[in-house]
């Protein structure tokens, strides 16, 4: 993901907005697309008890950026300020980069608890 992200922030940059802004604002709107779903379809299942309150703070993270992507998404149809939408487009793909991390991260503890640690 990290070429497309990468791809995408190159999409956000003032000169690519200014190009010709409709044409930006579909385009960026397709691109949001796959973002979603990937968030959509992280795997939430169940965790140690240990895990259960990190594992319940990554869901609440998810669903808070759920929430702005889907304010982004019909913002970058709307918005005259289309520098700010694009600012803002770039900080939540940076935002959810980090949830990836965590949720990777969360991923390596639980399975480092099934085969027991580095005792």
Do not use: K
């Not at 913002?75 to 980090?98: G, P, T």
């Amino acid at each position: 993901m990290v070429t497309t992200t990468d791809s995408f922030l190159d999409l956000l940059r003032p000169e690519q907005v200014h190009a010709n802004v409709d044409a930006w604002r579909w385009t960026v709107r397709r691109r949001l697309v796959p973002v979603r779903d990937r968030l959509v379809a992280e795997p939430l299942h169940r965790r140690d008890a240990w895990l259960s309150a990190r594992a319940a703070c990554v869901v609440r993270e998810r669903d808070a950026l759920l929430a702005r992507l889907l304010l982004l998404s019909h913002e970058v149809l709307v918005e005259d300020d289309v520098d700010a939408v694009a600012r803002r487009l770039s900080r939540l793909l940076v935002d959810i980069e980090h949830h990836r991390q965590r949720l990777h991260d969360l991923a390596y503890d639980d399975v480092e608890l099934e085969i027991g640690g580095s005792e």
